[in-house]
Nanobody, 115 residues
């Protein structure tokens, strides 16, 4: 049984930082493209960042440079470091593992950016 469990969300002030973690079980993490998505209230789920098994990263908005995705295959984990957070970053953040026809999601972790 595949499980993706996110953690690290919470309430943070604008300009602050958070580090999200995704712990995977039931899959060989290095074989999958791992990604972080987010969904704000009333909006569609959107891709934030992804990282391939070989460590190639891709970002929805690479120019901003506020988010960094990384992975630790040995620990079966993926991380999202988020800096200089803005109120518009408020959303539920989801971990995703993708390989061919396999597509797995976590339950999400809430990130709220507010003063």
């Amino acid at each position: 049984q595949v499980q993706l469990v996110e953690s690290g969300g919470g309430l943070v002030q604008p300009g602050g930082s958070l580090r999200l973690s995704c712990a995977a079980s039931g899959i060989v993490v290095r074989d999958y493209v791992m990604a972080w998505y987010r969904q704000a209230p009333g909006k569609q789920r959107e891709l934030v960042a992804s990282i391939s098994g070989g460590g190639v990263t891709s970002y929805a908005d690479p120019r901003e440079g506020r988010f960094t995705i990384s992975r630790d295959n040995a620990k079966r984990s993926v991380f999202l470091q988020m800096n200089r957070l803005k109120p518009e970053d408020t959303a539920v953040y989801y971990c995703n593992a993708y390989l061919d026809t396999e597509d797995y999601w976590g339950q999400g972790t809430q990130v709220t950016v507010s003063s």
